[in-house]
């Protein structure tokens, strides 16, 4: 039984399966509308989404399966005092698999060492969140057609922002990589994933905390959004929310064919007016999300078309 905890926990070949399954979903949807018949997807969301569940209840459904869970931890027993790891047990007997989201940094470790059904990391606390990462490689393989020599700019809070830390130790394992991370001094990038996936692989990088200096030079442009839920004080939030502002205007210093992405939600950062402009990937990379969760719930349900 395999769970995905890490997006490093499947291989770069793998990640190249998942994509053609995925391309094949969208190319032939009627192939794929009964392959999970009679078979439960639990979502246990201890923190709000609205992208990562939704987009994983449309894959189970779109693929003939069924769906439970809940959405907050307070219509949960958890707002009892009930564990993870006996959460993990009980539901274990009521699904096939598990997409779980919870605020605490390791809490789908614990939910990999308690259960009897596959379970899947849907972001945890500013951790990782490696199906965002899928919906990235998706939105990378076919925007820019390759993985390799590319310069990424990652451009908000790198701090708390578990999907940038996803991203990098995906793109670390491709060639001619170059990182470029935006941010201001207090949401750098954390050490543990500088240090393992950047310095130790010797990937070349920059730090900035100007977009307007270096935008000119990147391929993709991955903007986030400032993690209010990660601050521990209202008044640090407020003076670094609206650090960046990504406005028609800065997207004419950029490449003809450099790409905008970002996880979503979005709130200050992209200026709407951008949307229009077809550089701007965000909203495909929504769909491409719900393609890769039906690609691999297939996989860790072993099930083959
Ligand atoms: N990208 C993402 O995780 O969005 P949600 O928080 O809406 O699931």
Do not use: W
Request: proline share 4%; charged share 30%; net charge negative.
């Amino acid at each position: 039984m395999r769970n995905l905890i890490n997006i490093l926990d499947l291989s770069v070949e793998e990640i190249d399966e998942l994509i053609r399954v995925a391309d094949d979903i969208l190319e032939q949807p009627e192939k794929y509308r009964e392959v999970c018949r009679h078979r439960i997807l639990a979502t246990l969301f201890y923190e709000p989404s609205t992208r990562t569940r939704l987009s994983f209840e449309s894959a189970m459904l779109s693929l003939g399966g069924e769906v439970l869970g809940f959405s907050e931890a307070s219509s949960s027993s958890a707002a009892k005092g009930e564990s993870v790891a006996d959460t993990i047990a009980i539901v274990s007997g009521y699904a096939d698999i598990i997409a779980m989201r919870h605020p605490k940094e390791g809490a789908p470790i614990v939910a990999a060492r308690h259960t009897r059904v596959p379970v899947i990391n849907a972001g945890d606390g500013g951790h990782y969140h490696p199906t965002q990462t899928l919906a990235d490689l998706m939105t990378i393989h076919h925007e820019k057609g390759r993985f390799d020599n590319l310069t990424i700019g990652l451009c908000g809070d790198l701090k708390f922002g578990r999907t940038v830390h996803s991203l990098i130790e995906a793109m670390s394992r491709y060639e001619g990589i170059k990182f470029v991370l935006i941010s201001p001094e207090e949401l750098k990038l954390p050490s543990f994933v500088k240090k393992e996936y950047i310095k130790d692989k010797g990937i070349p990088y920059r730090q900035s905390t100007s977009l307007d200096e270096v935008i000119a030079d990147l391929d993709i442009l991955y903007m986030t959004r400032v993690q209010k839920e990660r601050f521990f004080n209202e008044e640090d939030y407020l003076r670094l929310k609206d650090s960046y502002i990504l406005t028609t205007e800065k997207m004419k210093l950029a490449k003809e064919d450099m790409i905008v992405m970002h996880p979503l939600p979005r709130v200050n950062e992209i200026s709407t007016a951008v949307d229009d402009d077809p550089r701007a990937c965000y909203f495909r990379q929504t769909y491409y999300g719900k393609l890769m969760r039906m690609a691999l719930i297939m996989k860790l349900l072993e099930i083959q078309v």
